[in-house]
Protein backbone atom coordinates (compact mmCIF):
# COMPACT_ATOMS: atom_id res chain seq x y z
CA UNK A 1 0.00 0.00 0.00
CA UNK A 2 1.23 3.18 -1.16
CA UNK A 3 1.13 6.15 1.50
CA UNK A 4 0.73 9.88 0.64
CA UNK A 5 0.70 12.73 3.16
CA UNK A 6 -1.40 16.02 2.60
CA UNK A 7 0.07 18.84 4.43
CA UNK A 8 -2.18 21.09 2.77
CA UNK A 9 -5.62 22.08 3.82
CA UNK A 10 -8.37 20.19 3.11
CA UNK A 11 -9.36 23.27 0.86
CA UNK A 12 -6.48 22.88 -1.50
CA UNK A 13 -7.23 18.88 -2.40
CA UNK A 14 -11.43 19.94 -2.81
CA UNK A 15 -10.68 22.72 -4.81
CA UNK A 16 -8.76 20.82 -7.00
CA UNK A 17 -11.62 18.05 -7.04
CA UNK A 18 -13.98 20.46 -8.42
CA UNK A 19 -12.11 21.92 -10.95
CA UNK A 20 -13.21 19.32 -13.16
CA UNK A 21 -13.07 21.12 -16.43
CA UNK A 22 -9.17 21.36 -16.05
CA UNK A 23 -8.88 17.96 -15.56
CA UNK A 24 -7.35 16.10 -18.62
CA UNK A 25 -7.76 12.53 -16.72
CA UNK A 26 -9.02 10.57 -14.53
CA UNK A 27 -8.62 7.06 -13.28
CA UNK A 28 -12.26 6.54 -12.62
CA UNK A 29 -14.81 6.63 -15.11
CA UNK A 30 -18.37 8.98 -13.89
CA UNK A 31 -21.30 6.92 -13.71
CA UNK A 32 -24.23 9.75 -13.61
CA UNK A 33 -27.56 8.95 -14.68
CA UNK A 34 -30.96 11.21 -14.14
CA UNK A 35 -32.08 12.56 -10.78
CA UNK A 36 -33.82 9.03 -10.45
CA UNK A 37 -30.56 7.42 -9.85
CA UNK A 38 -28.25 9.86 -9.25
CA UNK A 39 -24.19 8.73 -8.52
CA UNK A 40 -22.03 10.33 -6.28
CA UNK A 41 -19.07 12.18 -8.51
CA UNK A 42 -15.50 12.26 -7.60
CA UNK A 43 -12.83 12.98 -9.78
CA UNK A 44 -9.42 11.66 -9.03
CA UNK A 45 -7.29 14.09 -10.78
CA UNK A 46 -3.84 12.65 -11.90
CA UNK A 47 -1.76 15.46 -10.21
CA UNK A 48 -3.21 14.06 -7.09
CA UNK A 49 -3.45 10.09 -6.96
CA UNK A 50 -0.69 8.33 -8.90
CA UNK A 51 -1.72 6.09 -11.72
CA UNK A 52 -1.51 2.45 -11.45
CA UNK A 53 1.46 0.57 -12.81
CA UNK A 54 0.52 -0.03 -16.61
CA UNK A 55 1.34 -3.98 -16.92
CA UNK A 56 -1.14 -4.81 -14.14
CA UNK A 57 -3.68 -6.96 -16.04
CA UNK A 58 -6.84 -6.34 -13.35
CA UNK A 59 -5.77 -2.44 -14.42
CA UNK A 60 -5.90 -3.18 -18.04
CA UNK A 61 -9.66 -3.99 -17.76
CA UNK A 62 -10.65 -1.91 -14.96
CA UNK A 63 -12.79 0.64 -17.16
CA UNK A 64 -14.80 -2.45 -18.25
CA UNK A 65 -17.49 -2.22 -15.64
CA UNK A 66 -17.36 1.70 -15.87
CA UNK A 67 -18.66 1.26 -19.64
CA UNK A 68 -20.76 -1.64 -19.17
CA UNK A 69 -22.83 0.41 -16.19
CA UNK A 70 -22.29 3.85 -18.21
CA UNK A 71 -26.43 3.73 -18.65
CA UNK A 72 -27.92 2.25 -15.36
CA UNK A 73 -31.25 3.29 -15.81
CA UNK A 74 -32.36 -0.42 -16.48
CA UNK A 75 -30.40 -1.84 -13.99
CA UNK A 76 -30.70 0.38 -10.93
CA UNK A 77 -34.51 1.62 -12.10
CA UNK A 78 -37.16 2.27 -9.31
CA UNK A 79 -40.42 4.09 -9.72
CA UNK A 80 -40.23 8.19 -8.38
CA UNK A 81 -42.08 8.80 -5.28
CA UNK A 82 -44.01 11.99 -6.01
CA UNK A 83 -43.22 15.21 -3.40
CA UNK A 84 -45.42 14.99 -0.22
CA UNK A 85 -46.46 17.79 2.23
CA UNK A 86 -45.10 15.54 4.97
CA UNK A 87 -48.34 13.94 5.79
CA UNK A 88 -47.32 10.10 7.63
CA UNK A 89 -50.81 9.51 6.90
CA UNK A 90 -50.22 9.45 3.14
CA UNK A 91 -47.56 7.35 2.82
CA UNK A 92 -48.70 3.16 2.37
CA UNK A 93 -50.06 1.27 4.55
CA UNK A 94 -49.76 -2.43 5.42
CA UNK A 95 -53.25 -2.10 7.28
CA UNK A 96 -55.30 -0.92 4.38
CA UNK A 97 -53.44 -2.42 1.47
CA UNK A 98 -55.19 -5.69 0.09
CA UNK A 99 -54.83 -8.22 -2.31
CA UNK A 100 -56.32 -10.75 -4.39
CA UNK A 101 -56.81 -13.45 -6.72
CA UNK A 102 -56.17 -11.84 -10.28
CA UNK A 103 -59.33 -14.59 -11.53
CA UNK A 104 -61.99 -16.91 -10.09
CA UNK A 105 -60.80 -19.10 -7.30
CA UNK A 106 -60.00 -22.45 -8.06
CA UNK A 107 -60.58 -25.67 -6.29
CA UNK A 108 -57.44 -26.91 -6.51
CA UNK A 109 -55.03 -25.72 -8.82
CA UNK A 110 -52.13 -27.64 -11.02
CA UNK A 111 -48.26 -28.80 -9.61
CA UNK A 112 -46.03 -26.92 -12.06
CA UNK A 113 -48.78 -23.74 -12.52
CA UNK A 114 -49.02 -20.36 -11.62
CA UNK A 115 -51.25 -18.47 -8.86
CA UNK A 116 -51.89 -15.14 -9.85
CA UNK A 117 -53.17 -11.81 -7.60
CA UNK A 118 -53.25 -8.26 -7.83
CA UNK A 119 -52.41 -5.95 -4.85
CA UNK A 120 -53.73 -2.50 -4.20
CA UNK A 121 -51.81 -0.25 -2.47
CA UNK A 122 -53.78 2.22 0.00
CA UNK A 123 -52.48 4.83 2.53
CA UNK A 124 -53.56 5.16 6.13
CA UNK A 125 -57.00 6.42 5.49
CA UNK A 126 -57.62 4.05 3.01
CA UNK A 127 -57.15 6.17 -0.11
CA UNK A 128 -55.82 3.47 -3.06
CA UNK A 129 -52.33 4.90 -3.90
CA UNK A 130 -51.74 6.10 -7.52
CA UNK A 131 -48.42 5.66 -7.85
CA UNK A 132 -45.97 3.15 -7.32
CA UNK A 133 -42.41 2.97 -5.84
CA UNK A 134 -43.08 0.42 -2.57
CA UNK A 135 -40.95 -2.21 -1.38
CA UNK A 136 -43.08 -5.12 -1.27
CA UNK A 137 -42.21 -8.71 -0.59
CA UNK A 138 -44.57 -11.40 -1.21
CA UNK A 139 -43.94 -15.38 -1.00
CA UNK A 140 -45.89 -18.89 -1.15
CA UNK A 141 -45.25 -20.66 2.08
CA UNK A 142 -46.74 -23.70 3.55
CA UNK A 143 -45.09 -24.01 6.91
CA UNK A 144 -46.27 -27.23 7.83
CA UNK A 145 -44.21 -29.19 4.92
CA UNK A 146 -41.00 -26.18 5.39
CA UNK A 147 -41.85 -25.11 2.35
CA UNK A 148 -41.68 -21.94 0.84
CA UNK A 149 -40.77 -19.90 -2.51
CA UNK A 150 -40.10 -16.24 -3.25
CA UNK A 151 -43.40 -14.40 -5.46
CA UNK A 152 -43.03 -12.10 -7.96
CA UNK A 153 -44.06 -8.40 -7.95
CA UNK A 154 -44.57 -6.23 -10.88
CA UNK A 155 -45.13 -2.61 -10.41
CA UNK A 156 -47.56 -1.22 -12.31
CA UNK A 157 -46.48 2.10 -11.03
CA UNK A 158 -50.53 3.17 -10.62
CA UNK A 159 -50.82 1.43 -7.10
CA UNK A 160 -51.14 -1.20 -8.41
CA UNK A 161 -49.16 -4.50 -8.26
CA UNK A 162 -49.28 -7.67 -9.83
CA UNK A 163 -48.09 -11.25 -7.85
CA UNK A 164 -46.89 -13.93 -9.87
CA UNK A 165 -46.07 -17.47 -7.54
CA UNK A 166 -45.12 -20.62 -9.05
CA UNK A 167 -46.92 -23.85 -7.69
CA UNK A 168 -44.20 -26.63 -7.16
CA UNK A 169 -45.17 -28.52 -4.30
CA UNK A 170 -47.86 -30.51 -3.89
CA UNK A 171 -50.28 -29.59 -1.17
CA UNK A 172 -51.82 -27.13 0.83
CA UNK A 173 -50.29 -23.24 0.14
CA UNK A 174 -50.71 -19.60 2.08
CA UNK A 175 -49.84 -16.29 0.38
CA UNK A 176 -48.30 -13.85 2.65
CA UNK A 177 -47.28 -10.03 1.60
CA UNK A 178 -45.00 -7.40 3.51
CA UNK A 179 -44.35 -4.23 2.93
CA UNK A 180 -40.90 -3.80 3.72
CA UNK A 181 -41.19 0.31 2.67
CA UNK A 182 -43.73 2.84 1.69
CA UNK A 183 -42.89 4.50 -1.53
CA UNK A 184 -42.82 7.19 0.51
CA UNK A 185 -39.60 5.39 2.95
CA UNK A 186 -38.28 4.41 -0.19
CA UNK A 187 -37.78 8.17 -1.63
CA UNK A 188 -36.07 8.95 1.75
CA UNK A 189 -33.36 6.02 1.30
CA UNK A 190 -33.13 7.30 -2.53
CA UNK A 191 -32.54 10.71 -1.29
CA UNK A 192 -29.49 9.28 0.90
CA UNK A 193 -28.48 7.36 -1.26
CA UNK A 194 -28.35 10.74 -4.01
CA UNK A 195 -27.08 13.54 -1.54
CA UNK A 196 -25.00 11.63 1.22
CA UNK A 197 -21.23 10.97 0.47
CA UNK A 198 -21.73 8.22 3.30
CA UNK A 199 -23.95 7.56 6.70
CA UNK A 200 -21.10 6.30 8.61
CA UNK A 201 -17.40 7.40 9.28
CA UNK A 202 -14.11 4.90 10.67
CA UNK A 203 -11.57 5.41 12.78
CA UNK A 204 -7.79 5.01 11.98
CA UNK A 205 -5.29 4.40 14.76
CA UNK A 206 -1.73 5.42 14.77
CA UNK A 207 0.85 4.41 16.64
CA UNK A 208 4.43 6.00 17.38
CA UNK A 209 7.48 4.27 18.00
CA UNK A 210 7.32 4.69 21.84
CA UNK A 211 3.75 3.54 21.87
CA UNK A 212 2.20 7.09 21.70
CA UNK A 213 -1.50 6.63 19.85
CA UNK A 214 -3.35 9.45 18.04
CA UNK A 215 -7.14 8.24 16.78
CA UNK A 216 -8.51 10.04 13.94
CA UNK A 217 -11.70 9.94 11.61
CA UNK A 218 -11.41 8.12 8.41
CA UNK A 219 -13.69 7.22 5.49
CA UNK A 220 -14.13 6.59 1.64
CA UNK A 221 -13.97 9.93 0.62
CA UNK A 222 -11.64 12.94 1.28
CA UNK A 223 -14.71 15.11 0.87
CA UNK A 224 -16.12 13.73 3.82
CA UNK A 225 -14.09 15.85 5.82
CA UNK A 226 -14.17 19.46 7.70
CA UNK A 227 -12.81 22.14 5.11
CA UNK A 228 -9.48 23.31 7.14
CA UNK A 229 -8.77 19.30 7.35
CA UNK A 230 -5.33 18.18 6.72
CA UNK A 231 -5.50 14.71 5.48
CA UNK A 232 -3.82 11.41 4.65
CA UNK A 233 -4.36 9.26 1.50
CA UNK A 234 -3.59 5.60 1.15
CA UNK A 235 -3.98 3.56 -1.81
CA UNK A 236 -3.91 -0.33 -2.78
CA UNK A 237 -1.35 -0.45 -5.19
CA UNK A 238 -3.00 -3.71 -6.19
CA UNK A 239 -7.07 -2.62 -6.69
CA UNK A 240 -6.33 1.00 -6.86
CA UNK A 241 -8.58 1.58 -3.94
CA UNK A 242 -8.18 4.70 -2.22
CA UNK A 243 -8.66 5.48 1.53
CA UNK A 244 -8.39 8.67 3.64
CA UNK A 245 -8.11 9.42 7.14
CA UNK A 246 -7.84 12.67 9.00
CA UNK A 247 -3.61 13.93 9.63
CA UNK A 248 -2.95 13.20 13.02
CA UNK A 249 -1.36 16.26 14.74
CA UNK A 250 1.56 14.47 15.95
CA UNK A 251 1.98 11.04 14.15
CA UNK A 252 2.76 10.83 10.27
CA UNK A 253 0.53 9.07 8.33
CA UNK A 254 2.32 5.85 7.59
CA UNK A 255 2.13 5.28 11.08
CA UNK A 256 -1.69 3.81 10.62
CA UNK A 257 -1.87 0.23 12.58
CA UNK A 258 -5.67 0.14 13.32
CA UNK A 259 -8.98 0.25 12.24
CA UNK A 260 -12.94 -0.36 13.39
CA UNK A 261 -16.11 1.61 12.78
CA UNK A 262 -16.85 4.97 14.24
CA UNK A 263 -19.64 6.63 14.19
CA UNK A 264 -23.10 6.61 12.45
CA UNK A 265 -23.96 9.78 11.10
CA UNK A 266 -28.04 11.02 11.54
CA UNK A 267 -29.01 11.87 8.26
CA UNK A 268 -32.73 12.04 8.20
CA UNK A 269 -35.26 14.30 9.22
CA UNK A 270 -38.08 13.59 12.15
CA UNK A 271 -40.64 13.49 9.35
CA UNK A 272 -37.95 11.22 7.56
CA UNK A 273 -37.41 9.24 10.61
CA UNK A 274 -41.38 8.73 11.28
CA UNK A 275 -41.93 7.07 7.91
CA UNK A 276 -38.72 4.90 8.23
CA UNK A 277 -40.32 4.00 12.24
CA UNK A 278 -40.66 0.33 13.06
CA UNK A 279 -43.96 0.65 13.40
CA UNK A 280 -44.30 1.33 9.53
CA UNK A 281 -41.77 -1.07 8.23
CA UNK A 282 -41.67 -5.23 7.29
CA UNK A 283 -45.34 -5.69 8.19
CA UNK A 284 -47.33 -8.43 7.24
CA UNK A 285 -50.64 -7.45 5.28
CA UNK A 286 -53.94 -8.74 6.18
CA UNK A 287 -55.04 -11.89 4.72
CA UNK A 288 -56.07 -11.54 1.18
CA UNK A 289 -56.51 -14.99 -0.49
CA UNK A 290 -57.63 -17.90 1.65
CA UNK A 291 -55.15 -21.88 1.65
CA UNK A 292 -54.81 -22.86 -2.07
CA UNK A 293 -54.36 -26.72 -2.42
CA UNK A 294 -52.02 -27.81 -5.26
CA UNK A 295 -52.69 -31.48 -6.86
CA UNK A 296 -50.30 -33.84 -8.08
CA UNK A 297 -49.66 -33.98 -11.31
CA UNK A 298 -48.74 -38.06 -12.80
CA UNK A 299 -48.55 -38.84 -9.10
CA UNK A 300 -46.02 -36.03 -8.62
CA UNK A 301 -45.71 -33.73 -5.58
CA UNK A 302 -42.84 -31.60 -6.43
CA UNK A 303 -41.25 -29.54 -9.76
CA UNK A 304 -37.85 -31.28 -10.00
CA UNK A 305 -34.76 -29.69 -10.16
CA UNK A 306 -33.26 -29.81 -13.60
CA UNK A 307 -30.96 -33.01 -14.52
CA UNK A 308 -28.31 -30.47 -16.07
CA UNK A 309 -25.37 -30.40 -13.35
CA UNK A 310 -24.60 -27.05 -11.51
CA UNK A 311 -21.73 -25.67 -13.25
CA UNK A 312 -21.02 -21.73 -13.40
CA UNK A 313 -22.55 -19.24 -15.84
CA UNK A 314 -25.86 -21.78 -16.50
CA UNK A 315 -28.63 -19.08 -16.99
CA UNK A 316 -30.75 -17.67 -13.31
CA UNK A 317 -34.08 -18.25 -13.67
CA UNK A 318 -36.43 -16.57 -11.20
CA UNK A 319 -36.91 -17.60 -8.70
CA UNK A 320 -34.03 -19.59 -8.34
CA UNK A 321 -35.15 -22.12 -6.21
CA UNK A 322 -37.59 -23.27 -3.57
CA UNK A 323 -37.40 -24.78 -0.02
CA UNK A 324 -39.59 -27.86 0.47
CA UNK A 325 -38.86 -29.72 3.94
CA UNK A 326 -36.27 -27.56 5.06
CA UNK A 327 -34.22 -28.69 1.76
CA UNK A 328 -33.35 -25.37 -0.84
CA UNK A 329 -34.17 -27.09 -4.56
CA UNK A 330 -32.68 -25.37 -7.26
CA UNK A 331 -34.36 -24.46 -10.59
CA UNK A 332 -31.04 -23.76 -12.11
CA UNK A 333 -29.58 -26.69 -11.90
CA UNK A 334 -29.32 -30.55 -10.37
CA UNK A 335 -28.15 -29.40 -6.22
CA UNK A 336 -27.63 -31.92 -4.02
CA UNK A 337 -28.13 -32.30 0.02
CA UNK A 338 -24.78 -32.90 1.45
CA UNK A 339 -25.94 -34.32 4.94
CA UNK A 340 -23.08 -36.15 6.28
CA UNK A 341 -19.63 -35.24 7.48
CA UNK A 342 -18.65 -37.59 4.99
CA UNK A 343 -20.43 -36.08 1.96
CA UNK A 344 -18.90 -32.95 2.77
CA UNK A 345 -15.14 -34.58 3.01
CA UNK A 346 -15.85 -36.49 -0.24
CA UNK A 347 -16.57 -33.22 -1.90
CA UNK A 348 -13.91 -30.75 -0.72
CA UNK A 349 -10.92 -33.46 -0.71
CA UNK A 350 -7.94 -32.26 -2.41
CA UNK A 351 -9.41 -28.60 -2.53
CA UNK A 352 -8.52 -24.66 -1.22
CA UNK A 353 -11.26 -22.81 -0.73
CA UNK A 354 -10.71 -19.47 -0.63
CA UNK A 355 -13.61 -17.05 0.67
CA UNK A 356 -13.15 -13.73 0.87
CA UNK A 357 -16.03 -11.22 2.29
CA UNK A 358 -18.49 -10.36 5.13
CA UNK A 359 -19.31 -12.04 7.95
CA UNK A 360 -22.24 -13.51 6.31
CA UNK A 361 -19.90 -15.41 4.04
CA UNK A 362 -17.62 -16.11 7.12
CA UNK A 363 -20.78 -18.19 8.79
CA UNK A 364 -20.22 -20.65 5.52
CA UNK A 365 -16.26 -21.26 7.04
CA UNK A 366 -17.83 -21.71 10.42
CA UNK A 367 -20.90 -24.28 9.33
CA UNK A 368 -18.52 -26.04 7.83
CA UNK A 369 -16.22 -26.21 10.65
CA UNK A 370 -18.91 -27.20 13.02
CA UNK A 371 -20.55 -29.28 10.87
CA UNK A 372 -17.51 -31.55 9.62
CA UNK A 373 -15.62 -32.32 13.18
CA UNK A 374 -11.97 -33.39 10.88
CA UNK A 375 -11.95 -29.43 9.52
CA UNK A 376 -9.75 -28.16 12.39
CA UNK A 377 -9.13 -24.72 12.90
CA UNK A 378 -5.58 -23.51 12.74
CA UNK A 379 -4.88 -20.54 15.03
CA UNK A 380 -3.50 -17.86 12.89
CA UNK A 381 -3.25 -15.46 16.37
CA UNK A 382 -5.74 -12.80 13.71
CA UNK A 383 -8.79 -11.00 15.23
CA UNK A 384 -11.45 -13.77 14.34
CA UNK A 385 -13.90 -11.47 12.86
CA UNK A 386 -11.64 -9.98 10.23
CA UNK A 387 -9.27 -12.48 9.97
CA UNK A 388 -7.78 -13.82 8.57
CA UNK A 389 -8.99 -17.99 9.50
CA UNK A 390 -8.04 -21.10 8.60
CA UNK A 391 -9.23 -24.66 8.94
CA UNK A 392 -7.44 -28.00 7.76
CA UNK A 393 -8.15 -31.98 6.95
CA UNK A 394 -4.62 -32.57 6.16
CA UNK A 395 -5.55 -36.27 5.73
CA UNK A 396 -7.99 -35.26 2.57
CA UNK A 397 -6.19 -32.78 1.55
CA UNK A 398 -8.58 -29.84 2.58
CA UNK A 399 -7.77 -26.36 3.04
CA UNK A 400 -10.98 -23.63 3.81
CA UNK A 401 -9.74 -19.89 4.14
CA UNK A 402 -11.42 -16.96 5.15
CA UNK A 403 -11.02 -13.36 5.75
CA UNK A 404 -12.78 -10.16 5.74
CA UNK A 405 -12.76 -7.54 2.28
CA UNK A 406 -10.98 -4.40 2.99
CA UNK A 407 -12.27 -0.89 3.76
CA UNK A 408 -14.47 0.04 4.29
CA UNK A 409 -15.37 -2.46 6.80
CA UNK A 410 -17.18 -1.77 10.16
CA UNK A 411 -15.72 -4.10 12.66
CA UNK A 412 -14.00 -4.15 16.29
CA UNK A 413 -10.50 -2.47 15.91
CA UNK A 414 -8.65 -4.54 13.47
CA UNK A 415 -4.79 -4.46 12.21
CA UNK A 416 -4.46 -2.69 8.95
CA UNK A 417 -2.28 -5.15 7.31
CA UNK A 418 -5.15 -7.66 8.04
CA UNK A 419 -6.80 -5.48 5.58
CA UNK A 420 -6.46 -6.75 1.99
CA UNK A 421 -8.33 -6.25 -0.68
CA UNK A 422 -9.94 -8.83 -2.40
CA UNK A 423 -8.08 -8.12 -5.79
CA UNK A 424 -4.51 -8.19 -3.75
CA UNK A 425 -5.92 -11.56 -2.48
CA UNK A 426 -6.96 -13.01 -6.21
CA UNK A 427 -3.70 -11.55 -7.57
CA UNK A 428 -1.87 -13.74 -5.55
CA UNK A 429 -3.62 -16.90 -6.80
CA UNK A 430 -2.75 -19.49 -9.02
CA UNK A 431 -5.98 -21.07 -9.94
CA UNK A 432 -6.66 -24.47 -10.73
CA UNK A 433 -8.88 -27.58 -10.61
CA UNK A 434 -8.38 -27.86 -6.98
CA UNK A 435 -9.18 -23.81 -5.86
CA UNK A 436 -12.47 -22.70 -4.94
CA UNK A 437 -13.35 -18.79 -5.00
CA UNK A 438 -16.16 -17.40 -3.14
CA UNK A 439 -16.92 -13.72 -2.71
CA UNK A 440 -19.59 -12.09 -0.47
CA UNK A 441 -19.41 -8.18 -0.72
CA UNK A 442 -22.94 -6.51 0.17
CA UNK A 443 -23.70 -5.28 3.49
CA UNK A 444 -20.85 -3.12 4.21
CA UNK A 445 -21.57 -0.97 1.36
CA UNK A 446 -25.22 -0.10 1.71
CA UNK A 447 -23.85 3.11 3.88
CA UNK A 448 -22.51 4.76 0.53
CA UNK A 449 -23.21 6.46 -2.42
CA UNK A 450 -23.45 3.27 -5.12
CA UNK A 451 -20.14 4.54 -7.22
CA UNK A 452 -18.00 3.28 -4.22
CA UNK A 453 -19.71 0.00 -4.82
CA UNK A 454 -19.43 0.42 -8.48
CA UNK A 455 -15.35 1.01 -8.17
CA UNK A 456 -14.88 -2.07 -6.29
CA UNK A 457 -16.32 -3.90 -8.14
CA UNK A 458 -14.49 -3.01 -11.59
CA UNK A 459 -11.30 -4.23 -9.80
CA UNK A 460 -12.68 -7.43 -8.49
CA UNK A 461 -14.46 -7.88 -11.87
CA UNK A 462 -10.95 -7.34 -14.03
CA UNK A 463 -9.21 -9.58 -11.19
CA UNK A 464 -11.85 -12.79 -11.54
CA UNK A 465 -11.15 -12.16 -15.25
CA UNK A 466 -7.51 -12.74 -15.01
CA UNK A 467 -7.58 -15.52 -12.33
CA UNK A 468 -9.62 -17.29 -15.40
CA UNK A 469 -7.61 -16.21 -18.46
CA UNK A 470 -4.57 -17.87 -16.73
CA UNK A 471 -6.48 -20.75 -15.15
CA UNK A 472 -10.16 -21.13 -16.66
CA UNK A 473 -10.72 -24.64 -14.31
CA UNK A 474 -11.02 -22.57 -11.28
CA UNK A 475 -14.55 -22.37 -9.73
CA UNK A 476 -15.75 -18.96 -8.95
CA UNK A 477 -18.88 -18.35 -6.71
CA UNK A 478 -20.65 -14.80 -5.91
CA UNK A 479 -22.80 -15.10 -2.87
CA UNK A 480 -25.63 -12.54 -3.45
CA UNK A 481 -26.51 -10.40 -0.55
CA UNK A 482 -29.29 -11.36 1.98
CA UNK A 483 -32.21 -10.07 3.67
CA UNK A 484 -32.07 -8.64 7.06
CA UNK A 485 -31.22 -5.07 7.75
CA UNK A 486 -34.08 -2.23 7.48
CA UNK A 487 -33.08 1.10 8.49
CA UNK A 488 -31.49 3.55 6.95
CA UNK A 489 -28.13 2.41 7.36
CA UNK A 490 -28.78 -1.32 5.58
CA UNK A 491 -32.20 -1.29 4.17
CA UNK A 492 -33.21 -3.94 1.96
CA UNK A 493 -33.76 -1.85 -0.46
CA UNK A 494 -30.02 -0.87 -0.59
CA UNK A 495 -29.50 -4.92 -0.60
CA UNK A 496 -31.96 -5.47 -3.83
CA UNK A 497 -29.77 -2.34 -5.77
CA UNK A 498 -26.51 -4.25 -4.40
CA UNK A 499 -27.54 -7.28 -5.61
CA UNK A 500 -28.15 -5.94 -8.72
CA UNK A 501 -24.77 -4.37 -9.54
CA UNK A 502 -23.66 -7.72 -8.42
CA UNK A 503 -25.13 -9.62 -11.42
CA UNK A 504 -24.67 -7.05 -13.59
CA UNK A 505 -20.69 -6.58 -12.94
CA UNK A 506 -20.36 -10.76 -13.23
CA UNK A 507 -22.14 -11.22 -15.90
CA UNK A 508 -21.15 -12.50 -19.42
CA UNK A 509 -18.29 -14.59 -16.73
CA UNK A 510 -17.72 -17.99 -15.97
CA UNK A 511 -18.82 -17.92 -12.51
CA UNK A 512 -21.58 -18.83 -10.26
CA UNK A 513 -24.18 -17.08 -8.00
CA UNK A 514 -25.87 -18.48 -4.83
CA UNK A 515 -28.59 -16.53 -4.53
CA UNK A 516 -28.62 -15.75 -0.51
CA UNK A 517 -31.66 -12.68 -1.08
CA UNK A 518 -34.41 -15.52 -2.46
CA UNK A 519 -32.61 -17.94 0.45
CA UNK A 520 -33.62 -15.96 2.86
CA UNK A 521 -37.07 -14.32 1.76
CA UNK A 522 -38.92 -18.00 0.63
CA UNK A 523 -39.56 -19.21 4.38
CA UNK A 524 -41.95 -18.15 7.27
CA UNK A 525 -38.97 -17.06 8.91
CA UNK A 526 -37.84 -13.86 10.80
CA UNK A 527 -35.62 -11.71 8.50
CA UNK A 528 -31.73 -11.50 10.44
CA UNK A 529 -28.50 -10.08 8.95
CA UNK A 530 -26.82 -13.58 10.03
CA UNK A 531 -29.20 -16.24 8.94
CA UNK A 532 -30.34 -19.13 10.74
CA UNK A 533 -28.09 -22.43 10.29
CA UNK A 534 -31.16 -23.79 8.41
CA UNK A 535 -30.14 -20.99 5.44
CA UNK A 536 -26.80 -21.16 5.95
CA UNK A 537 -26.87 -25.01 5.62
CA UNK A 538 -28.80 -25.10 2.60
CA UNK A 539 -26.74 -21.70 0.94
CA UNK A 540 -23.41 -24.22 1.56
CA UNK A 541 -25.13 -27.36 0.19
CA UNK A 542 -25.86 -25.09 -3.54
CA UNK A 543 -21.92 -23.96 -3.32
CA UNK A 544 -21.11 -27.64 -2.29
CA UNK A 545 -23.06 -28.80 -5.86
CA UNK A 546 -21.01 -26.37 -7.54
CA UNK A 547 -17.69 -27.40 -7.01
CA UNK A 548 -19.05 -31.40 -6.91
CA UNK A 549 -21.85 -31.19 -9.64
CA UNK A 550 -21.98 -34.69 -10.48
Known amino acids: MTTRQRTTKFGVLKSLFQKENKVTHTTDKFLVLYPQVLYFRVSWPESVIPRPPGPRSAHRSSNFLSRALANLTHVLYWPLTPRHRGDVLASTSAQ ?23 LVARDHRGKPKTHGGDLFRAQLVDPYLSAGVPGDVHDLENGTYLLSFPLLWAGRAQVQVRLIHSSEAVG ?6 REEGATVDFTGYFKGPTGYEENVTCNVNPLLFGEEDAICYYKDEDSGELWFCSQPLTLPCDSLVGHSAGRYWTVTTPHEDALLAWNLTD ?48 LACSSHSFSTADSILGCLAGRIVHM ?39 TRGIVLHWRAHGWPLRSLRTPVASLHSVVRELAGLAGGPHTVVVLGLGAHFTTFPPSIFVRRLAGIRAAVMALLAREPSTLVVIKLANTGY ?37 LALPDNIHPQQLIVRNEVDLLLSFICPT
Open 96 to 118: TSTYHLRGPAQASYTLGGYLEAV
Open 188 to 193: VLRRIW
Open 283 to 330: LLLPQGIGLVQVSKERNRKLVLSPEQPCYPGIPAPKPSGFYHRNVWHS
Open 356 to 394: MGDSTLRQWWEYLRDTVPSLKPVDLHAIYHSGPLMAVDT
Open 486 to 522: KSVYGSDWFTLQVNRLLRTAFSGLRVAFVDAWEMTSS
